[in-house]
């Protein structure tokens, strides 16, 4: 069955780096446009990012471009989040999804992993 | 950017009762939106999306209407795992906005 695992969250000082991994299994990664959503604590829901299937088209939130990239490896089947120049406001629990295909022009986010912790805090 | 607002954004409720959330965008949406649940410590739901599609496997207890910028979501009869935090989130497009959620909660 169609399975995302997100890793890669941890605690990290104010302008460091950090990558998230999110590796899926019962579908094949480079047939979906991916995105990531995240959660800040106590709040609601934050889209982040997206790739085209095959990656060659990305979009961002204001609050993150020019500081996270999104990408992928197909031979692992992973998608990944770059996140650089970090700031405490960036403390979230940070979903990956999948987009849905075969919903005519409709492109919800059909399944999501647990999520993975990041907290930047000095 | 496209806002989205929801109504309530909090209820309290009983097993077997009817609920409905509300989502309004700040401009017309078509049918361009989709409705997640959300239980702490487990991956979100898609419910349903085009405004009132189905997602596969979602209890048919689940409904949603509506188009341009008001829709709502309905649970016709609130069973004990419904009790739980519900999100509105545009498709129409980039930045795929969310609304700011709806807890629902057990009267």
């Known amino acids: 069955q169609v399975q995302l695992v997100e890793s890669g969250g941890g605690v990290v000082q104010p302008g460091r780096s950090l990558r998230l991994s999110c590796a899926a299994s019962g579908f094949t990664l480079r047939s979906y446009g991916m995105h990531w959503v995240r959660q800040a604590p106590g709040g609601g829901l934050e889209w982040v990012a997206f790739?085209?299937?095959?990656?060659?088209?990305?979009y961002y939130a204001d609050s993150v471009e020019g500081r996270f990239t999104i990408s992928r490896d197909s031979s692992k089947n992973t998608l990944y989040l770059q996140m650089n120049s970090l700031r405490a406001e960036d403390t979230a629990l940070y979903y990956c999804?999948?987009?849905?295909?075969?919903?005519?022009?409709?492109?919800?986010?059909?399944?999501w992993g647990q999520g993975t912790l990041v907290t930047v805090s000095s | 950017d496209i806002q989205l607002t929801q109504s309530p954004s909090f209820l309290s409720a009983s097993v077997g009762d009817r609920v409905t959330i509300t989502c309004r965008a700040s401009q017309g949406i078509d049918s361009y939106l989709a409705w997640y649940q959300l239980k702490p410590g487990k991956a979100p739901k898609l419910l349903i999306y085009a405004a009132s599609t189905l997602q596969s496997g979602v209890p048919s207890r689940f409904s949603g209407s509506g188009s341009g910028t008001e829709f709502t979501l309905t649970i016709s009869s609130l069973q004990p795992e419904d009790f739980a935090t519900y999100y509105c989130q545009q498709l129409n497009s980039y930045p795929r906005t969310f609304g700011p959620g709806t807890k629902v909660d057990i009267k």
């Open positions: 790739t085209w299937y095959d990656g060659t088209k990305s």
């Open positions: 999804a999948r987009q849905k295909e075969g919903s005519g022009s409709y492109y919800p986010f059909d399944y």
